[in-house]
């Protein structure tokens, strides 16, 4: 079974963008004003967010990964930038994986972990994990998540692979499925549709592998099969 592709969103997931403004001098910044994403190379003096670099390489052992990005329309070095900015933080592991656009949703992909709706993102094909919401607050979570469902896709149904299981993240992950489970409920309460009803059905699924996994009785209504 082929592995999931998984695509990531740069400024604001992998990258620090505010730590390349703080980077920039006066003048720059009086210069470019409310558009300081324009200014030239300012997307090669930004640092990695806390986490992201060793997130990556742990999630690359499980998907397919790829980079999903955008870049200002104004700053021709900034397509540039990026991608040696890839380089220098991953080497080769996004060698000929990089996509720049402004239409997200014309991608084709399992999982992308963006921070922002905007281009395309909320409409991406596959499921939006959204990095810095209460749900995905960081890349531990967002870690923890996207390991759980791999670790359920070449198995049969009810089975799971003990193997896999790094047991010190099963609690971790039963809190972000249960915390995810409250926001689905929340909006299908609000909106009703048979979309939500199928993902909270899903996620009934996933959890309660889990907690099988944990030895942990199931008496949560949520997780009734």
């Known amino acids: 079974m082929s592995r999931k592709k998984l695509f990531f969103d740069m400024d604001g997931v992998l990258v620090d963008f505010k730590s390349g403004i703080d980077r920039l001098s006066e003048e720059e ?5 409310d558009n300081l ?3 030239p190379g300012i997307f090669s003096r930004m640092d ?3 986490g992201a670099i060793e997130a990556v390489h742990r999630l690359s052992e499980y998907y397919d990964v790829y980079i999903l990005s955008t870049a200002p329309w104004n700053n021709p070095t900034a397509w540039n930038d990026k991608i040696d900015w890839l380089k220098r933080h991953f ?6 994986r990089v996509m720049l656009t402004h239409c997200k949703n014309l991608c084709d992909g399992d999982y992308l972990v963006d921070d922002n709706p905007k281009n395309g993102a909320s409409e991406f094909p596959g499921e939006w994990i959204h ?9 531990e979570s967002v870690t923890n998540y996207l390991i759980s469902i791999t670790l359920f896709h070449e198995l049969e149904e009810g089975s799971i692979n003990r193997r896999a299981i790094d047991y010190g993240m099963v609690e971790k992950t039963i809190k972000v499925l249960d915390s995810y489970m409250k ?7 609000e909106e009703g549709s048979n979309e939500l009803y199928k993902e909270i059905l899903q996620l009934t699924q996933l959890t309660n592998k889990w907690l099988i996994a944990s030895g942990e009785v199931n008496e949560s209504e949520y997780y009734i099969d």
């Not at 080497?91 to 000929?96: P, R, S």
């Not at 926001?183 to 309460?189: G, I, S, T």
């Open 29 to 33: 910044k009086c210069e470019y004003g």
């Open 91 to 96: 080497g080769d592991l996004f060698k000929k």
């Open 131 to 139: 990095f810095g919401s209460e749900i995905f607050p960081n890349w």
């Open 48 to 50: 990695p967010i806390p």
């Open 183 to 189: 926001v689905l409920e929340a909006r299908y309460d």
């Open 37 to 39: 994403d324009n200014v």
